[in-house]
């Protein structure tokens, strides 16, 4: 089981793990979030600056772009690509489990289903919703 260094994601991956009696990696930053730009670290939309509000109309012309402290939509869609080929090449003969968050595990998905471009990937991974896992122990079983 792999997962991203972010706390919630560390300690749902350990609980995860555990259920399922498998091992867990170190955490590591390739299966970390999108990161926003600082400026809007935060914020609410109505309070997001122009120079945002900018970058985020022009992003999908120009994908290399960041703002101080973001990530661009190509690094991201590096980053899933290479989260992807580690799903795609099981080890001793086991399929890994990404526990990340949101954007990262849409764009992986959205990788699986054929997305080329960054632009394309993060359209759907904005998009992305997961149903719960069903995994999780009845009430009794947590005291």
């Not at 799903?87 to 080329?116: D, F, W």
């Amino acid at each position: 089981m792999l997962t991203s260094p972010h706390p919630r994601a560390t300690t749902s991956a350990h609980i995860v793990a555990a259920l399922l009696g498998v091992p867990l990696a170190a955490p590591n930053p390739l299966y970390a979030e999108w990161r926003p730009p600082d400026c809007v670290l935060g914020k609410g939309p109505d309070e997001y600056p122009l120079e945002y509000q900018t970058w985020r109309r022009d992003r999908f012309r120009d994908p290399d772009s960041t703002l101080a402290g973001g990530e661009s939509l190509t690094a991201l869609y590096k980053r899933a690509t290479a989260a992807s080929a580690i799903l795609g090449h099981p080890v001793e003969g086991h399929t890994a489990l990404i526990v990340s968050h949101r954007v990262l595990i849409g764009a992986v998905a959205a990788i699986a289903a054929g997305a080329s471009c960054p632009q394309d990937v993060f359209q759907a991974a904005r998009r992305f919703t997961l149903a719960p896992a069903g995994i999780w122990p009845d009430s009794g079983q947590l005291r």
